[in-house]
């Protein structure tokens, strides 16, 4: 496929060698699972919910053609990390003789729904695309990141969206910035578990933008999660102390909402000692976009 180009992205200039990205967490604000398609993914719609927290990638420049990545990931080949896909997968669609070498400082936890891996993958191809300037469009760039998993178009793109298809079909939405709770259990959830179980809800009746900015959506994995993992119910449970929580994605990861900081980060503070997480800030923009001037 011939993909367009940029001649220049965000105005970066190809001279630079190194760039620093934050590659965002999301959240589910709800999901619902509408269908399947012959192929065997399942139709949903949910609403991405960009934050202002996330890793901190750091990408260098090399004109060896070579990509590594530091530190090595637990478990998982450097083939199979989606950010060395990512960058391979750049490569390949357009030729580029460039390499890179790629560092992370890794915050977001695997299998927590909040989109780690796949922010990762975008944030790669954002930072490549301009390091080589290999000039391709935000466009061609989600085609590219949906070859990766549904998730990564969503960063891509860089904005809060509602989501329908399998996670590609986008629309940007300005939602209210609220602070939010986000809590870690403790353990990892699979998706491929949760997708392929026998109780899971695949048949949600659709619903509207405004159904949902009016009067909120849960998420149709969250009963199969809590039968299968009983710290993300326990966490939920502790959370809804405080705040109506419900679980982000199909990971382990749950999450309650806020007006402000303080009182974000005196619910956090009481966490017990066995969960981790952090407080973050509800964005419309990706900070990785904002790093690039793409807003």
């Given at each position: 496929m011939d993909y367009p180009q940029l001649a220049r992205v965000g105005g970066v200039h190809r001279a630079m060698s190194s760039l620093n990205l934050v590659s965002?967490?999301?959240?589910?604000?709800?999901?619902?699972?509408?269908?399947?398609?012959?192929?065997?993914?399942?139709?949903?719609?949910?609403v991405f919910q960009l934050l202002d927290y996330g890793d901190d990638m750091e990408f260098q420049r090399t004109d060896n053609g070579q990509i590594s990545l530091s530190p090595e990931f637990e478990g998982i080949k450097a083939e199979d990390n989606l950010i060395v896909r990512a960058a391979r997968l750049l490569q390949a669609t357009t030729g580029c003789p460039l390499g890179a070498?790629?560092?992370i400082h890794k915050r977001l936890p695997v299998g927590g729904g909040i989109g780690g891996g796949s922010s990762n993958a975008a944030s790669t191809l954002l930072a490549l695309n301009t390091l080589w300037d290999t000039g391709l469009t935000i466009s061609a760039l989600c085609e590219l990141g949906l070859q990766l998993g549904a998730d990564v178009p969503v960063f891509v793109t860089g904005r809060t969206a509602w989501a329908e298809?399998?996670?590609?079909?986008?629309?940007?939405?300005?939602?209210?910035?609220y602070w939010y709770v986000v809590i870690h259990p403790g353990c990892s959830v699979s998706t491929r578990e949760i997708f392929s179980h026998e109780q899971?809800?695949?048949?949600?009746s659709p619903i509207k933008i405004a159904a949902f900015l009016g009067q909120g959506a849960g998420n149709d994995c969250e009963n199969v999660v809590k039968s299968l993992y009983p710290e993300v119910k326990n966490a939920l449970d502790w959370l809804n102390q405080f705040a109506p929580a419900q679980l982000t994605g199909t990971g382990s990861c749950l999450f309650a909402r806020f007006t402000d900081e303080a009182s974000a980060q005196?619910?956090?503070?009481?966490?017990p000692a066995t969960y981790s997480g952090f407080v973050a800030r509800g964005v419309n923009h990706s900070?990785?976009?904002t790093a690039l001037n793409l807003n």
């Open positions: 965002p967490a999301k959240l589910n604000l709800f999901l619902h699972i509408t269908g399947r398609r012959d192929d065997g993914y399942h139709l949903l719609q949910t070498h790629i560092h298809g399998v996670g590609e079909n986008l629309q940007a939405l300005d939602l209210e910035s899971l809800t695949r048949n949600t005196d619910v956090f503070s009481k966490r900070p990785s976009h």
